[in-house]
Structure formats: structure tokens, C-alpha cells
């Protein structure tokens, strides 16, 4: 088992009574840690921060998350090298009813996994997705954000069991496409990049906001935009983004298939040079 | 801190990689006791076994969750002439990831606590509730079950502070009245009873499903229907149900104010009757 990592000491169980247990009462951040240290660290703290203000918790201090993060990293024996850092936050400790209590404290819980890089081939040929039939339902209050309840990631997950499905793609109940259960989503057509709305539901992965910010400081534009599936299906080119994998082409989903494009190519390396090296591939 | 039980064992914390903590991914009752035994035991077992097959959860044997009860009945302390008991039952331990392991076993977590009594007089004169102004998401995939996902409870609950009220009522994204944070709803126009339909979100409670039960077997019908809230609001009379408080009348929200009107007082009476001893109050 993972050793987690709570106010600086390893532990293996959580206190019954935090929220996170009862109600999901939380926010959690995946972290790529390369060469020792956290990558696009403050995009995942802005996530974070946005986070914890719509669920009105209070944010951890940025230097004593960083510093539970370098203790973990010291103390799990990983590889630091090339591993995953999990961050939960929680609503703390309190007792039972929705309600919170006035002194709600947050809990920081910290772990570094191994983490398994994806072979050169997918990025080189792209990579096999289906649809999921577990639709996304619209929250505008907690879309965006990356809470402690997914159970519709782990419906939509558990769809599948073939090894080589790299992701699954859902949509929300009116049939548009949101994101994969553990990616956002992006289709060229003619030249031109976009990705779904996240203002009723999806998560708003980090390297989504980098590749969004990457894009735009080179002068592009990219639409965030409601995208029927069909529309999305019908695109030149499509492709994953995900904290730890950067950039992935996609080359299937059902009968509908794609080469890798120009344009994911140039993409992969414009972001690989901005220091996702997985995307160099 | 309440006293959990697990395996017949105390417990303080719950195994750091269990998907409820990771993901909300399990299931929970709150059952009144009462004189030592767990009330309407057989509509909770119906509906924890509807949310594992839902879920996919392995549905725990109802003789171990029945012993679990009383074990922690009788190790608790807690007077159990009248007290609630909370059953949660995870989708266990496993590893990182949305997927779950195929080999992965539910755990069951039991704990009894403590519980006051509402006063007569909100039986006698009704209670003041409010609107939410979070809304439940549609998902029909998680409706009417009572999982661990419940962030847009723990929003809804924290929009107010004031004691007096009992509870704060919820629409989904299209304005139809759903449910309350901890209770159900019930409308009566021209003496005809209804409820909303909870097929795109809300918790089917355990003391919706007696009453429909009970009037059902009466020969009396009740319609469970969309209904706008304004509609709902226009009712004659209003009242929300509940494993623990049983049948409530509401006397306002907002500018609404209705009186316990005769429906509610009868359905009161024949609930009493049914077992539900707080409602001949």
C-alpha cells in the first residue's frame, strides 16, 4: 500500500469522522513530479485555490503544502525521478450532518506513487478511447473543479476492461462532449483547436489550462466551446490532455479513426518545449 | 468522537485507500433506533441493495448488517431507546485509479449515535424551511440512491446558519422542486398528495417510500410527478418526511406560510399508527 503522508507523519488510515469519508467533502490535485520536483505546481495550486473557495474551505498555506510534498517525496523511497504526487484536501473533521462545524479545520493528506511513462508508441500512432454510456450531469457548482465525489468517473471507468482503451470519453445528458474520465479532450478542424465548455460539468485538468495558456502566449486561438459528439467525431484530429502524459494523439474511438495530424504534431512539440518532455516522443 | 465499528472491532479511522475516501465511492443509511432495534431495517436493506446494484458494490449480507448493528448497539453506549444508526458501506480498498480492482471486497462501517428529539411543537405548528439556491444536477445514474457523493447537500446545508430552520429545500437545474437537504417533500392540492419525481437526482428516502407504501395500501393515491416550484409552492398544505423525524409539516418558506392542514394531520396520525411514534405528537 502507498504510504500517505498527514501534518508530516506517514499514516495508513484516515479519522472516521472527516467529511471526506461521509460526503466527499473535498478537493484533490495528481502531480507530476519530475527530476524531484512538482510540475506546473502553480496551476495546480490556482485549481486548487479556486477549489477550495467554491467549497468554501480553507485553502492550505502554498509553502506547507510544497514543503508536505518535498517531506513525502524524501520519505516514500519512490523513484522522484519520474512519479505521481496525490494531494487531498478535505473539509476536516466534523460531526454528522452536512452541516460543517464554524471551526472546520482542512486536512492535508500527501502521497507519491509510481507511475508506469506510456509507451513512445502511443504517442507516436496515437491511442485507442471509447464512449462511455455514464453521461456527465450538469453542476455548474461544482464543474470545473476536481471534488472528492467522482463517482461518474468511476461508473464510466468501470465501462471497460480492455487494457489497451486508454481512456473513455463522456458526454453530458444532452449528448455534448465534456472530457475522458481521467483527460480533457481537444479536436482540430481545419487547422483550428478546441475543447469543451467545463461550465456545467467536467473537470478542468491542469495541463488543459497549460496547453490553453501555451497556445494563446504563441498568439493562437483555441475555442472553449459546446461541441455536439457527432461534431467532435467528425474532427481531423484529436487528442488528450492529462497532467502526467501531456499531450496524446488519438487514432480510435468506435469506427471512427484518425491519423496523427500536423497539427497535434506541432502541438506535442511546441508543449514537449515548454517542458512536458513525454511529448517529444 | 462517535465510536465506529468495523469487523466487529472499534475503530477511529478508516484504511487511507479506501475509495470512499478517494473517490465517494460507497453508500450510506441513517436508520432510526428505536427501543433497541433498527426501524423500517427492511426499506433501508431495499435501498442500500438498489444503490450496490447501481453501483456495482458487492451488496454485504443483511444478517452481518444486522449484526454489525447490534454489536455496535451494545458496545456503543449510546441509549439506544431512541438514537440513529449510520451504516456506510464502501467499494473497499484498491489501488490509485477510477478502476476498480476486480477482486475488491465492500466494507462496512457502523456507528450509533446520539440523537434529540424534535420538539412537539414542530409537529403541532409545522417548521420554517427555506430555498436553496444550490441545485442538484441531473444524473440518472445516481438518483434516488444514497451514495457518498454529496457535495450539493453539504452547499445547499451551509447557505444558512440560523437554527430555526429546519431544513432548506432543493430544485434541480430546470427549477423543479426536488427534495430537502435531509428530507423529502410532500405537496398536497385539493386534498390530493404528490411528490417529486426523483428519477434525474434526489434521495428516495426511506420514510417517502413508508408513506407511499402506507397510503398505497390505504387505496389512497399519491403522484410522484414533476413539479415546478411555484406550483409546489402554491400547495394547500406541505410536509417532508424522514427516517428519523417521520412525517413534518411545514408552516413557511420565504413569504409562503401554509397551516397544518387536515391531509397532513390525518397522514400524521395513520403514520403514528404504522410504528412512526413521533408523528402522534
Known amino acids: 500500500m502507498t504510504t ?24 484533490f490535485e495528481t502531480i507530476a513530479i519530475r527530476s524531484g520536483e512538482p510540475r506546473l505546481w502553480q496551476l495546480h495550486i ?3 485555490r479556486h477549489g477550495c473557495e467554491r467549497l468554501a474551505i480553507a485553502m492550505p498555506a502554498e509553502k506547507s503544502l510544497r514543503a508536505d510534498l518535498h517531506r513525502a517525496i524524501h520519505e516514500s523511497g519512490i523513484d522522484a525521478d519520474y ?7 478535505t473539509a476536516g473533521s466534523g460531526p454528522r450532518g452536512y452541516k460543517r462545524a464554524k471551526s472546520g479545520q482542512s486536512r492535508v493528506l500527501t502521497a507519491i506513487y509510481d507511475l508506469q511513462r506510456p509507451s513512445q ?9 471509447v464512449k462511455c454510456a455514464t453521461s456527465l450531469g450538469g453542476q455548474a457548482a461544482l464543474a470545473g473543479i476536481k471534488t472528492l465525489n467522482r463517482l461518474e468517473q468511476v461508473l464510466a471507468r468501470n465501462e471497460w476492461q480492455d487494457p489497451d482503451v486508454f481512456d473513455g470519453l463522456m ?3 444532452a449528448g455534448r462532449l465534456i472530457c475522458g474520465t481521467m483527460s480533457n479532450v481537444f479536436v482540430v478542424h481545419d487547422q483550428s483547436i478546441s475543447t469543451p465548455d467545463l461550465g456545467r460539468c467536467g473537470v478542468a485538468g491542469v495541463m488543459r489550462r497549460h496547453v490553453l495558456d501555451t497556445l494563446q502566449s504563441d498568439g493562437m486561438s483555441v475555442r472553449e466551446e459546446d461541441m455536439q459528439w457527432q461534431d467532435a467525431m467528425s474532427a481531423d484530429e484529436v487528442f488528450l490532455t492529462n497532467s502526467q502524459f501531456g499531450v496524446m494523439p488519438v487514432r480510435q ?5 484518425w491519423s496523427v495530424g500536423p497539427v497535434t504534431r506541432a502541438l506535442m512539440k511546441r508543449i514537449a518545449n515548454s517542458g512536458i518532455a513525454e511529448c517529444a516522443s
Open 171 to 173: 458526454c453530458d445528458t
Open 83 to 89: 512519479a505521481l504526487a496525490k494531494i487531498i484536501v
Open 4 to 27: 500517505w503522508f498527514y501534518d508530516g507523519e506517514p499514516i495508513d488510515a484516515l479519522s472516521i469522522d472527516d467529511r471526506a469519508i461521509h460526503y466527499g467533502d473535498g478537493l
Open 46 to 48: 490556482e485549481r486548487l
Open 121 to 129: 508508441a502511443s504517442y507516436r500512432e496515437g491511442v485507442v478511447v
Open 253 to 257: 474511438c468506435g469506427e471512427q479513426q
